[in-house]
């Protein structure tokens, strides 16, 4: 329970650019190209936006700091 909680609290502090390519893709399992057609959006902008979404993640993740968004506002920039 308490992973679930700070995948969820990390997730809900990701830019929604970068949240909704990761949730769109690795929740959903939509493929990149399905996504490109309804976002209006390269595929590569959102296999980009997966993975920065990963990387703050997967940071976040690593040190427990999942209320804290503010902290990391270099890497939540979506590109």
Request: proline letters at 0%; hydrophobic letters at 45%.
């Given at each position: 329970n308490e992973v679930r909680t700070r995948i969820r609290r990390a997730?809900?502090?990701l830019p929604p650019a970068l949240?909704?390519?990761?949730?769109?893709?690795y929740?959903?399992?939509?493929p990149y190209e399905a996504?490109?057609?309804?976002l209006d959006v390269s595929v590569s902008a959102l296999k980009m936006r997966s993975?920065?979404?990963?990387?703050?993640?997967?940071?976040?993740l690593a040190d427990g700091d999942v209320t804290?968004?503010?902290?990391?506002?270099?890497?939540?920039?979506a590109r």
């Open positions: 997730l809900a502090n949240r909704e390519a990761f949730m769109m893709h929740v959903d399992g939509m996504m490109a057609e309804l993975l920065r979404a990963r990387e703050v993640l997967n940071a976040v804290d968004g503010r902290s990391r506002s270099s890497l939540y920039q």
